[in-house]
């Protein structure tokens, strides 16, 4: 995810979400910003974000993990959590902070002005929707993932991904569940506990460097790596501010090669880690836009941030050069012998196609169509695992409920604006550049 790097998903989409204004066409339009306000309509808008991150603050007391990441001044964040209004009062602020929000975007003429009021327009509907969801309001997982995430999901049904299940079993043929077979094969690519630390670190430099040579970091930018234990996820990020990020991968299952790119792409660069770099470095600290100090996990920043973090590994690393990368580098540092065809990342892909069943699972089993036994054995016979690792999948559905649009639904959304056209390599990375340091909206990147 940013939150967990969990398995990828490959679903169709339907956008619902709405916006004032569109992020421009990067196969036609001409980016231009400009940056005078006058001073009132400047104001009004500092005045409301500073009220959004108090708000934020606040609302983060009553849930852990709401907060993702502040960086913000100490003495605002100690103010908030020694005195924060009751859930009730939060909801009522949304709205009222919301209402004022609509009167002063209707002065603002600057077209990025617009999409930071657009941007703090549905991160308070994203606030109110967690906060009715506190109180004990429940919403069918569409209607959920819409207002929390800002796009609306199409879900397709289980049995449109047999097909693809058939692809895996081509793969890897043989007697007993097609599960334990894809197991017992990658199995074979499992890293040791003692080489983790290398292996890893050699992924994300590898992630750093393909990332580096196309979007500027700041010059003190840095991570600490920590494996840990006891998660419902395979890793995340701890955004800290100045650029220093926490990144822990979590090994209560034996990890496989195929994550060490993923994690460091996904977690690191031009993941969680760059984007949140770009945001503090582009609007909290180059603008002065405070909204930006703050993340609230529940919120269409979190669709921007898991898609972009999904895409970003295609991205870093395209075509065979991930397998190359793999062969040449990863497995020989994790001991793990180089087989003699392509049938591994033939079936890595195989199986990534299948996955956008996951969301379809989610769906069912939070809007009570199936119960917790169905939903671990229908993981995985579609996603193809072990009971394990389909009860630790089932586990991140059940804490972080419709939040599993976003790595799919994310990509796709990340994907499309990325190549539309069939732009070069260059002009590809720029664009992954102004998705993550720009106040973006999924609705944006379609062009609504």
Request: aromatic residues 8%.
């Amino acid at each position: 995810m940013k939150r967990a790097a969990a398995l990828l998903l490959t679903l169709s989409l339907a956008a619902c979400a709405t916006t004032e204004t569109r992020l421009p066409n990067p196969a036609t339009d001409v980016a231009t910003i400009d940056v005078r306000r006058t001073p009132a309509s400047a104001q009004a808008m500092d005045e409301i974000a500073a009220a959004y991150v108090r708000l934020s603050l606040e609302i983060g007391t009553h849930e852990d993990g709401y907060i993702d990441a502040y960086y913000g001044p100490a003495d605002i964040k100690s103010a908030a959590e020694a005195a924060p209004r009751d859930k009730a009062a939060l909801i009522t602020a949304t709205r009222e902070l919301t209402a004022r929000l609509d009167v002063a975007a209707r002065r603002l003429s600057d077209p990025m002005e617009r999409r930071r009021a657009a941007f703090l327009r549905a991160q308070l509907r994203a606030a109110e929707t967690r906060l009715l969801m506190m109180q004990g309001t429940r919403f069918a997982f569409v209607d959920e993932a819409e207002r929390l995430f800002g796009i609306r999901p199409r879900l397709r049904s289980l049995a449109s991904y047999d097909a693809d299940l058939a692809k895996v079993e081509a793969l890897v043929p043989g007697d007993g569940p097609l599960w334990q077979r894809v197991e017992s094969y990658l199995d074979r690519f499992t890293i040791p506990k003692d080489r983790l630390q290398k292996v890893f670190e050699a992924a994300i430099a590898r992630c750093r460097g393909r990332s580096a040579a196309h979007i500027p970091m700041p010059a003190s930018e840095s991570f600490r790596l920590e494996f840990v234990t006891g998660k419902s996820w395979s890793g995340y990020n701890y955004y800290q501010g100045g650029y220093h990020s926490l990144i822990q991968v979590n090994t209560d299952l034996p990890i496989r090669l195929s994550r060490a790119l993923d994690l460091g792409c996904h977690e690191g660069y031009p993941g969680h880690h760059l984007l949140n770099m770009k945001l503090e470095e582009q609007l909290a600290k180059g603008r002065g836009w405070s909204e930006f100090s703050v993340y609230p996990l529940y919120s269409p920043q979190s669709l921007i941030a898991e898609g972009s973090a999904n895409y970003g590994i295609d991205l870093a690393f395209p075509a065979e050069s991930r397998a190359d990368t793999e062969r040449d580098v990863l497995m020989p540092l994790a001991e793990i012998a180089v087989p003699s065809d392509d049938r591994y990342w033939q079936l890595l892909d195989a199986i990534k196609r299948a996955s956008g069943a996951r969301l379809t699972i989610a769906q069912q089993y939070l809007d009570g169509a199936i119960d917790r036994p169905t939903a671990v054995a229908l993981t995985q016979k579609y996603m193809l695992v072990s009971p394990e690792r389909a009860d630790q999948s089932v586990r991140f559905t059940e804490q972080y409920r419709s939040y599993v649009i976003n790595y799919g639904l994310g990509e796709q959304l990340v994907r499309a604006y990325i190549e539309r056209g069939k732009p070069g390599r260059d002009e590809m990375w720029r664009r992954m550049a102004k998705i993550i340091s720009e106040p973006t909206l999924p609705g944006e990147l379609l062009g609504r």
